[in-house]
């Protein structure tokens, strides 16, 4: 089973995300765009898994969800990595990397491959071929707000149409 731990977006987030897909799309090119119903903020892509596996993931984001209060994430700006085109996220900005850390620590104590990313906090829009120099626009986004209250364990099914995701566990932040 392929798994990622993300936060879940709300409805309305994703609304309005799709309709900055759809602007973009007529300014840049070769670019697979991310569907609407697959908006979220990865926390941390962890691969293909066994079942047992599955369970200890579970239980790292029941631990992690207990030592986090639900807070305020603002999405704002738009930029890129190189193959990456993505909304940034400027409030509870450090508070996704605290998450996101604390993940990777427990992660790693059970056994598990590091990361071979360092965190960034964004919502990917699209992935593009060849690497994009400079942004074609001048578009901006948000801000954008909405309470963050659970992480999200995650299976990744790749199909032709492209990757459908599930969510295998919640956990809701109690602190």
């Known amino acids: 089973m392929r798994v990622f731990i993300a936060i879940e977006l709300p409805e309305n987030i994703k609304e309005e995300l799709e309709k900055l897909v759809i602007s973009l799309k007529r300014s840049i090119s070769n670019v697979k765009w991310v569907e609407k119903e697959n908006f979220h903020i990865t926390l941390r892509f962890i691969g293909e898994v066994d079942k047992d596996k599955v369970l200890q993931i579970e239980k790292i984001l029941d631990e992690v969800g207990s030592r ?24 509870g900005n450090n508070i996704l990397k605290d998450i996101a850390y604390a993940i990777e620590g427990s992660l790693l104590r059970e056994g598990f491959q590091p990361s071979d990313k360092l965190f960034s906090p964004h919502i990917t829009l699209g992935r593009v071929k060849r690497e994009i120099k400079k942004l074609p ?28 995701y599930s969510p295998i566990k919640i956990a809701k932040f109690k602190k």
Do not use: C, N, R, Y
Request: without cysteine.
């Open 137 to 164: 626009i001048e578009k901006s986004f948000g801000p954008l707000s909405f309470t963050v209250d659970s992480i999200t364990l995650m299976e990744s099914q790749l199909f032709p149409t492209g990757p459908v």
């Open 68 to 91: 986090f209060s639900p807070f305020e994430a603002e999405l704002s700006g738009l930029g890129k990595f190189p193959h990456v085109l993505w909304v940034g996220i400027e409030k």
